[in-house]
């Protein structure tokens, strides 16, 4: 559901911000979002809200029964439009999220080691309030593996595209491109953790997929395939489906996000 015309997305005092935890869920990680909960309680005012799930509670029975918001109502004094939900899909369903994203707009946010919230706090109260600075360079990361051919239509009908665009578009970005044998998990490291990572980047790359019962899908699953992997677990499946869907879109999309910025 959209926001009403009149009401401003980006000022939490009148869509709301809320959040929401499991109601068994680890007291630490409450306390190390506690910095990022302060930012938000001062930008929403009295449309904040800390929220208990009770499992395996549906959306609606969370809606309406518990806080009396009826179906397809946006009400953001009584339940806010923006919410996070804390936890694994385990505890909080998907099912859940999905439905509550029929009227809200809905994240997640899940971490193995709870202090990871604390970071993630402070990263986002920093870059709201003291801002961050990138730096306009626009990175193409782009494999290109033999012995696949899905990589290759990526390289000539997405890459190509894209380089010529953002060259006639982005006069003040710099524009560089690690492609083929040039795209290595060592420089992918580089650009992600370097001392100047670029702006903005973009890998165009297949991953890795696992079965549900593989035992290395917890630690593996969606890895980023470079040009120079050698191979791997004989059940891991290569994902192609989303990249090739997006072929069309991406120059068009990538292009203008750039020139808006410029």
Known sequence: MELPAAMDPHDLAQTGWGIIFARDENPEVRHHLRRLLDHRQEQAGERYKELTYNTPESARSFLWYRHGVAPGVLDTNTMPYYLL???????????FQYQLCINHAVGRLHFQDPKDYARYADSV????????????????FSVENDDNTSTSILASSLVEQLLERLTDYSSNWAIDAWCKEK???RNLTRLLGGKAPPGLLFI???ALRFPADHSQQHAYQGALLCQDWGGGPKRALRSRRSTIFMLKMCP???????????
């Open 85 to 95: 939900i804390i936890g694994d899909p385990a505890t909080i369903s998907f099912e």
């Open 125 to 140: 109260v920093i870059a709201e309030t003291v801002g961050v600075s990138l730096s306009r360079r626009f990175t193409v």
């Open 183 to 185: 795209a290595t998990k």
């Open 204 to 206: 165009s790359c297949d």
């Open 252 to 262: 068009k999309i990538l292009t203008s996000t750039v020139k808006s910025y410029s």
